[in-house]
């Protein structure tokens, strides 16, 4: 079992920034590609981007590159994701997710947010314009 916390949500004027912080805690913790998702009112739980476990690689929504930063740290438990130049359509609940090393759905994961096989319980990011 893993456990995953999220925390630095929070309420920012457009433009502004916020970095998101994820600490894995649990069996074979470090053994996990890390992704954040976000959901917004209403509607779906949408990938935002992710990490993988081996090469360190990254991969983003078209709606947050060049602008959103995802990257690990203390032996690949923690994961953050920068923010800048938010928008208020960023404005959602941003959920930290972890996908097991072992697991083929690398590719798939962006579009299948039920491929996570942990959920943090998220954090409240607010963008006002």
């Known amino acids: 079992q893993v456990q995953l916390v999220e925390s630095g949500g929070g309420l920012v004027q457009a433009g502004g920034s916020l970095r998101l912080s994820c600490a894995a805690s649990?069996?074979?913790?470090?053994?996990?590609?890390m992704g954040w998702f976000r959901q917004a009112p209403g509607k779906e739980r949408d990938f935002v981007a992710a990490?993988?476990?081996?090469?360190?690689?990254?991969r983003y929504a078209d709606s947050v590159k060049g602008r959103f930063t995802i990257s690990r740290a203390n032996a690949k438990t923690t994961v953050y994701l920068q923010m800048n130049s938010l928008k208020p359509e960023d404005t959602a609940v941003y959920y930290c997710?972890?996908?097991?090393?072992?697991?083929?759905?690398?590719?798939?994961?962006?579009?299948?947010?039920?491929?996570?096989?942990?959920w943090g319980q998220g954090t409240q990011v607010t963008v006002s314009s």
């Open positions: 997710a972890a996908l097991s090393r072992y697991s083929s759905s690398w590719y798939a994961w962006a579009t299948n947010p039920r491929l996570s096989d942990y």
């Open positions: 990490i993988n476990w081996s090469d360190g690689s990254t």
């Open positions: 649990g069996r074979s913790s470090s053994g996990y590609s």
